[in-house]
């Protein structure tokens, strides 16, 4: 049973910070891809970051130099460290894994909301 459980979502005034996690159980995150996705109401999932478990990372062009994805491999746990928030990162935001060497096995969490008022 693999189960990616997202907490820290909340509503933050625009410019606020916040901090997602992502708690893996049932896989070993040293061994996957891990990002983060984000998607609207009525709009389509997108990448927000992505952390590979060589350690590299990516993110949205939308999100640089706001944003910060890490992982504690220890802790089994990714997070998104969210700073300058916008009303446009008003979403639900989804934890992902992707194993990096069989990608077809991949998973997702339920999701946390985060708002940002206009």
């Known amino acids: 049973q693999v189960q990616l459980v997202e907490s820290g979502g909340g509503l933050v005034q625009p410019g606020g910070s916040l901090r997602l996690s992502c708690a893996a159980s049932g896989i070993s995150i040293s061994f996957y891809v891990m990002g983060w996705y984000r998607q609207g109401p009525g709009k389509q999932r997108e990448l927000v970051a992505t952390?590979?478990?060589?350690?590299?990372?990516n993110y949205a062009d939308s999100v640089k130099g706001r944003f910060t994805i890490s992982r504690d491999n220890a802790k089994n746990t990714v997070y998104l460290q969210m700073n300058s928030l916008k009303p446009e990162d008003t979403a639900v935001y989804y934890c992902?894994?992707?194993?990096?060497?069989?990608?077809?096995?991949?998973?997702w969490g339920q999701g946390t909301q985060v708002t940002v008022p206009s």
């Open positions: 992902n894994a992707v194993h990096a060497a069989v990608t077809s096995q991949k998973y």
């Open positions: 952390f590979t478990s060589r350690g590299s990372t």
